[in-house]
Structures are given as structure tokens and as C-alpha cells.
């Protein structure tokens, strides 16, 4: 089924046990990221990234694992698990009360953290599994783009969350669905400036929309390549 990959985060500074987590999870059928920090963390959440499941350090660099995972369970409907090297029962208790789920004393076998992360899974539920209907006018096969909730969303039900410059660039296209929209409109839209042939950023801004709206739906981007103009939108859509 599309969009049912759970999708977790490290936030671990140890850079080798973060990619081993990572590499690890990925294998077990996760869609599993890391970051080294509070900052690095969010950054991918004001890119638009969600998880149903974070795993956390509490030594950080800036804020702790403990001032995070109080972050996180204020927005709730995700499951926490804190990787520390500090055992002591005031670590465990304070990491309870302050919203983790669990808490695992390093070094913890890789296995045991899959199993409680699937444990916590069955409690909360993959985000990416809660796909909407169509709207029931939409076309057979049509992308829906919701102005509102600033999510675009596939045939199937399967919800993308945009960031600011994502969602500006799909409402350009879809201004003109199925016709190109020059490099050049496009950047004086995002980016208030005329279009430079050697600045890369608006290939990289959909080249990363792209790789969102696959991993999340499991499907191909709709958004094309228009030979020597621009982009374009090239599937039925309904805007709302």
C-alpha cells in the first residue's frame, strides 16, 4: 500500500551511531533519518519533514534530548524513544515525565530498539497511512492541492506537507496546469530576482519536491521538465 512506511528520526551527535541507527532501520523497512541536533532537527521539520517516531540522545550539543522530546509531545501523535548513555533512575524518570515513551540505556542492541519503535508503532500509527479520499469532484487520476493545509495530495489519499517554497511553486504551475512555466517567472516569484542560467536553485527546489512527493506516495512526481523553459505540472489536478 503507498505511504505506509513509518518514518522515524535519530537525533544523536555521535556520528556513527547515528548512521549505524539509520542504516539499520532503513533495512528494517523504515523510513529512517538523522540529525547531529536540536538545529539539525529543525531544520528538516521546517522543510516540511514529519515522523511518526524519534529517537533521541540527551547530551546534545544546544538543547537536550529531554528539552526536545518536551517539544515534540506537544504536538503530539508521535512516539519517543530516549538512547542514552545515562542510566540513573532520575535520568529515566525525568525523561518520562517529560514525554518519551521509553528509554534504553546505552549501548542498546539494534534490535531491541526496532522492536520497541514497532511497539510504539501499533499506539500511534503511521502518519502516512491516514490518506484522505479524493474530493468526490475530482477528475480519475487527479492531484489535489490544498491552499489551506498547504499539502498537495495524490490520487490515493496519500498527503504531502509543503514548505513555504514548495507551496509557492505549485501554485505557480498549477496556475497553468499542463502548460510550462518559464525559469523565469518562477524566480521572480520565489525568489524576487530575474532568472540566473547558473543558479541551480530552483532545479534543487524541485529536485527535493520531487524526492518528497515519490517517498511519500511511493508514486512518480507529476512535475516535469519543460526542455530549454521551464516546469510543469503534468497531471489532472483540483485546487482547494
Request: aromatic fraction near 4%; proline fraction near 7%.
Amino acid at each position: 500500500m503507498p505511504g505506509t512506511k513509518p518514518r522515524v528520526v535519530v537525533v544523536e551527535d555521535e556520528r556513527a551511531l547515528r548512521e549505524d541507527m539509520v542504516e539499520y532501520l532503513t533495512a528494517q523497512g523504515f523510513h529512517a533519518q538523522g540529525a547531529e541536533s536540536s538545529t539539525a532537527l529543525d531544520s528538516l521539520l521546517s522543510d516540511g519533514e514529519s515522523y511518526d517516531l524519534a529517537v533521541l540522545d540527551i547530551n546534545l550539543p544546544g538543547e537536550s534530548g529531554f528539552g526536545i522530546a518536551a517539544r515534540l509531545r506537544q504536538q503530539g501523535g508521535i512516539g519517543i524513544v530516549i538512547v542514552s548513555a545515562r542510566s540513573g533512575v532520575g535520568d529515566k524518570v525525568v525523561g518520562l515525565e517529560v514525554g518519551a515513551d521509553a528509554y534504553l540505556v546505552k549501548p542498546v542492541d539494534l534490535r531491541e530498539l526496532e522492536a520497541q519503535l514497532r511497539s510504539l508503532l501499533r499506539r500511534v500509527g503511521p502518519r502516512r497511512e491516514t490518506a484522505e479520499p479524493p474530493p468526490p469532484d475530482a477528475a480519475p487520476g487527479a492531484w489535489t492541492f490544498h491552499s489551506v493545509q498547504r499539502t498537495l495530495q495524490s490520487p490515493e489519499g496519500a498527503a504531502v506537507p509543503l514548505t513555504s517554497a514548495e507551496f509557492s511553486l505549485l501554485k505557480l504551475l498549477l496556475e497553468t496546469p499542463g502548460e510550462p512555466v518559464s525559469r523565469q517567472t518562477i524566480s521572480r516569484a520565489l525568489y524576487r530576482r530575474d532568472h540566473d542560467p547558473g543558479d541551480r536553485a530552483i532545479d534543487s527546489l524541485v529536485r527535493r519536491l520531487r524526492l518528497k512527493i515519490e517517498d511519500r506516495t511511493e508514486g512518480e512526481a507529476p512535475i516535469r521538465s519543460a526542455h530549454a523553459i521551464g516546469y510543469v505540472f503534468a497531471a489532472p489536478t483540483a485546487v482547494r
